[in-house]
């Protein structure tokens, strides 16, 4: 018989979400009256805009005729589609050949995996997205797991005290550093002069820097950069992905976008650039021409605006839920909630309790869901984490719910 990739045995039991969906059904089963409103899984919800919308049906519906019809496109991504995100996102920063369109950000990650293989030490933020921990592990570069993590991973806590931005120091040289900024779970979003000192760090140690970028669009602060090449030296040390699927709610219809520098160089010399293009060639054959003419639906001026409007939507929901755990009740508790309405997500800390006790208790005595903080590292225990991804009066009502929480 074939041998098991030893690299998923080495994965740590239970993906989070899967056990925040058995917890949820179990509970349900339990107590079918009880109307659950999820503030958990970071999907969004709200219906496309009928511009993007309508630039996809007008698109497909033009496929089923001959003057209309195309098969594969270029794998790269469509070149107006690439040229477009270099003028929206990278004004002169980065260039359409360095863009490449991609079925979404976590995608990209994965991929991004095999172009550095098993042989790359790893650095994440703690908490982090998960994909970037499993990813590893899967490609076997994450080393045996100790029970305290990855040996192969250096663990970057982002906690209260260091303001949610890690020590770099205990970075080792030529580490792949992953990094994201707004941050999913914590909200954190880097500031100039941190980003600056993350790409000073990369430059003197030989690191490259993959930069989540999902969030970029929920950024309202003028001075916060949205993306990394605006700091100085960037180019030769980062890679970004970024994605459709929170500013547009492209979740489902799945689009995104990474960025490799012409600058950008492996230790030999060669061009990451090069390697990433024969990934994407050789291990992606393009995404949906479907979504891409979505995505340039959604960069025109129109599509612009309806993307601010949905975000913003998202980030007034951040703020009641910030209220609310602000509030006396969460007070008394010593509750201490994060949200920098610069990102989607509300980063709460429950002193004394466990994250996972924390989950229970507000899914038993609120009907809500959260997720465990400590389900995206160690440095997470303690923190829930609240989603602002929902319709409005689902919000209200959990927010009216969490307003009576107590333990
Ligand atoms: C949601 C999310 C993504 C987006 O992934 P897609 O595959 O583009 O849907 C990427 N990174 C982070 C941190 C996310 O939360």
Known sequence: ???????????????????????????????????????????TTEPLSKHIAGAMSDYCLALATPEGYSGYGDEQGNSALRERIAEV????????????????????IARIQTLFG??????????????????????????????AGYKGITYLPC???????PELS??????????????????????REQLKKLVDFANANG??????????????????????????????CAIEVNSFSKPAGFTGVRLGWSIVPNELKFADGSSVNKDWNRVM??????????????????????????????????????????????????????????????????????????????????LDKCHVVTTPGSGFGPAGESFVRFSSFGHRSDIEEACARLSKFTF
């Open 89 to 108: 996102f990278y004004k002169g920063m980065a260039d359409a050949g360095e863009v490449f369109i991609s079925d979404g950000a976590k995608c990209d």
């Open 1 to 43: 018989m074939i041998k098991r990739n030893s690299g998923f045995a080495n994965l740590t039991a239970g993906y989070l979400f899967p056990e925040i969906a058995r917890r949820r059904r179990e509970y349900s089963a339990s107590h079918p009256e009880a109307k659950i409103i999820s503030l958990g899984i970071g999907n």
């Open 281 to 362: 060639t050789t291990l992606f054959n393009g995404a949906s021409n479907i979504a891409q003419a979505g995505g340039l639906a959604a960069l025109d001026e129109q599509g612009l605006k309806d993307m601010k409007a949905q975000v913003d939507y998202y980030l007034e929901n951040g703020k009641l839920i910030k209220q609310t755990l602000d509030g006396e009740n969460f007070k008394a508790l010593g509750v201490k909630a994060y949200f920098t309405g610069n990102g989607p997500y509300v980063w709460a800390k429950f002193p004394g309790k466990t994250s996972w006790e924390v989950f229970d208790e507000i």
């Open 159 to 165: 906690t209260e005290e260091n303001s949610f931005f």
């Open 170 to 191: 205990k970075i080792k040289k030529n580490t792949l550093i992953y990094f994201c900024s707004p941050n999913n779970p914590t909200g954190a979003t880097a500031t």
């Open 118 to 147: 098993s042989d790359v030490k790893i650095a994440v933020q703690d908490p982090a997205y998960p994909v970037y921990v499993d990813g590893s592990v899967v490609v076997k570069a994450a080393g045996k797991n100790t029970g």
């Open 207 to 236: 690191c490259i820097i993959i930069y989540d970028a999902a969030y970029c669009e929920f950024i309202r602060d003028k001075n916060l950069p949205k993306t990394i090449y605006e700091i100085e030296g960037a180019r030769k």
